[in-house]
């Protein structure tokens, strides 16, 4: 009996000069269409495009310049005939309400806002008339403060309470529970111990019966596993494939989706486990 269903697979498209881990690389709208085209053609279902960075310490950026870098390869996506009939969608990844409601009305179907509505109060209130899908991740605040934020008594369960919350607060605004989807925001706030403790208490966060998209991808836990004492020296392709082995061992969970900026790498890991599961189904579970 199959023990996991599939997630989505999120690929990240950051259209940033400072990302953490690829800042510059995808910057011009050219440059940021082909590499969201090319997630799709590796097996991603949603590019999450992002004009922002949040990594610790970043700035936050003029709204007019995170919509210059965003709305522009929107429109291309959804102009271009392989992206559409790939049936992909797009996700814009803001906590500016404003910028959320231009990428939806130009093809948008999922805003995903880092900080749940708390960067700006108005993004319930403009969500709620539209259809898309809105990801409340956990967030205490922005990036140039986050990691002096990280303050719990049990941070599994203090997560949940918070996204709890939030969520309510978005239903209260009129947005309806089956449009959300929750994020246990890790890296924010969170230090590398809580980040872990977080992951291996994932069913705190199943209690809320709702959606999970998990954005484990690069960061700086992860880095943290395999170099403590020189997380920065760590490279990508050493944190993608970290990060696919955790995606492989977080199948257990109920995930609705994973974020990740190396798509063909998770997608191998996850095809590993399903044929693992075929071969154990096959057997009747012996060995």
Request: hydrophobic share 45%; net charge negative; charged share 25%.
């Amino acid at each position: 009996m199959k023990t996991f269903s599939r997630p989505l697979i999120m690929g990240v498209v950051n259209i940033t000069p400072d990302s953490f881990s690829d800042g510059g690389d995808f910057l011009s709208a050219d440059d940021a269409l082909a590499h969201a085209l090319e997630l799709v053609s590796q097996g991603a279902n949603i590019v999450d495009l992002g004009g922002e960075s949040t990594k610790p310490g970043a700035l936050r950026v003029k709204i007019e310049e995170e919509q210059a870098r965003v709305i522009p390869v929107v429109k291309s996506l959804m102009a271009n005939e392989n992206f559409v009939a790939s049936r992909a969608q797009i996700s814009i990844d803001t906590m500016n309400s404003e910028t959320a409601v231009l990428a939806v009305q130009a093809g948008a179907t999922i805003v995903n806002d880092v900080s749940g509505g708390l960067a700006d109060e108005e993004m319930f209130r403009v969500l709620q008339p539209l259809s898309c899908k809105f990801i409340i991740s956990h967030w205490r605040g922005f990036s140039e403060t986050m990691d002096s934020l990280n303050n719990y008594e049990s941070v599994a369960a203090d997560v949940a309470k918070e996204l709890r919350a939030r969520v309510s607060k978005a239903i209260d605004a009129g947005i309806s529970r089956d449009r959300l989807i929750i994020d246990p925001g890790l890296g924010f706030a969170k230090d590398i111990t809580q980040n872990w403790h977080l992951v291996a208490r994932l069913d705190e966060l199943e209690k809320l019966d709702l959606p999970i998209l998990v954005g484990a991808s690069r960061k700086r836990f992860i880095a943290g596993a395999l170099e403590p004492d020189s997380q920065g020296q760590v490279s990508n392709q050493r944190r993608d494939l970290a990060t696919a082995v955790l995606t492989a061992l977080l199948l257990q969970r109920k995930l609705w989706g994973v974020r990740v900026h190396n798509v063909l790498t998770t997608l191998d890991a996850i095809q590993v486990v399903e044929a693992l599961e075929v071969a154990n189904e096959d057997t009747g579970g012996q060995s």
